[in-house]
């Protein structure tokens, strides 16, 4: 697996999201908060789509806590809903849809609220069949299936062949349905100076700029972005976030915060980048790299992952209580990067809806 692309499409995914989020927050600040109207646009899928609302919206009451829990009803667990015959009877769709403030769930007042578009999946759910499968693990944990690519549906000439990528198109599908269009396609100079900042987070020089503008071959944007990618500073830039998530440092922390030799490990993971070493070996060797058959001092200076947890080296420490504390940094960590999961609060709780 290519790590060049993995770590270039997440930045970007990352970037997007944020965009995407932002745009979205704005669309829905400016929908109105009366019931909304019928829309039979789309299946709505529980573990994407109904799950993540009743989540934010309604476990606060009814959710695990039985503590916090209203009206003897749980909305987090199969089987409760089912023997509830809170869908069936129909009194979630009037409380979804009702005008009475008596009636209507969440309650006026209250601090966990239903927008409009939020409000409407549940109803388009509930007119759908309810469909809530057995095997309701939310999203993250159930294998992706490779979706159906939608059309483009643009009624534009020139959006005909916008996408040049199949994630394109799911791209241009989201903003139909929120009723935007996409961008005009950006002047040579701006495409120089983005994907000059997104590969190597500096901008272009003048020489670079002048001769890409004057270069009128067909790919000549291939060719910069290769140039970018062969470029050290690819490395550098891309082993930013990777630093960030693996809580890098060049000091010990702690009340001495002394310095220490883990730059050798940030030279490994930025040389590793620009040698494109494939992901599952970029792996091994942070995670095990002293234990390999064939290990070298390269490989054992990749395990440096394991040590970039603060140390503390105050005189009247406890060395066994640190090493405890070193272990759980070194477990939430690897979870958070490699598990995609935040496994802090595990270290003294279970946790209410992750499994």
């Avoid at 910069?224 to 830039?237: A, I, Q």
């Avoid at 390269?298 to 394991?306: D, I, K, R, S, Y």
Wanted: some cysteine.
């Amino acid at each position: 697996m290519n790590i060049r692309l993995i770590l270039t499409v997440a930045r970007r995914f990352i970037f997007n999201a944020i965009v995407f989020l932002a745009i979205s927050s704005n669309l829905h600040s400016a929908e109105p908060t009366s019931t909304p109207q019928s829309d039979d646009s789309g299946k709505i899928d529980f573990s994407a789509d109904v799950r993540p609302i009743l989540s934010d919206a309604c476990y606060h009451c009814h959710g695990p806590d039985s503590a916090a829990r209203e009206g003897d009803l749980r909305l987090d667990d199969r089987d409760s809903v089912i023997q509830s015959d809170v869908l069936k009877s129909g009194e979630m769709l009037d409380r979804l849809t009702n005008s009475d403030p008596d009636v209507r769930m969440p309650p006026p007042g209250a601090k966990r609220v239903l927008n409009a578009d939020d409000r409407m999946k549940l109803v388009r759910w509930i007119n759908q069949g309810a469909d809530w499968p057995k095997d309701d693990r939310h999203w993250a944990f159930i294998p992706p299936v490779r979706p159906a690519l939608p059309a483009n549906g643009s009624n534009r000439p020139d959006q005909e062949s916008w996408g040049q990528h199949p994630i394109d198109q799911f791209v241009v599908s989201r903003m139909r349905d929120a009723g935007m269009q996409p961008s005009p396609e950006a002047d040579r100079d701006t495409l120089l100076r983005r994907v000059t900042y997104d590969l190597t987070g500096l901008p272009p020089t003048l020489d670079e700029i002048d001769s890409f503008l004057n270069d009128e071959s067909e790919d000549a944007y291939e060719r910069v972005v290769d140039r970018l990618l062969e470029s050290p500073r690819f490395g550098e830039h891309m082993a930013v976030d990777w630093l960030e998530g693996s809580r890098f440092a060049d000091t010990d922390g702690y009340q001495n915060d002394r310095l220490r030799y883990m730059w050798v490990w940030r030279d490994w993971l930025i040389n590793a980048l620009n040698d494109n070493m494939p992901f599952d070996e970029f792996v091994v060797q942070q995670m095990a790299g002293d234990l390999l058959p064939n290990r070298n001092f390269m490989t054992q200076v990749a395990t440096g992952f394991n040590r970039n947890h603060r140390i503390n080296s105050e005189g009247g420490s406890i060395p066994d209580e640190w090493i405890v504390e070193y272990v759980a940094d070194r477990v939430e960590t690897t979870g958070t990067l490699f598990l995609g999961l935040t496994l802090t609060c595990s270290r003294c709780h279970d946790h209410k809806y992750d499994p």
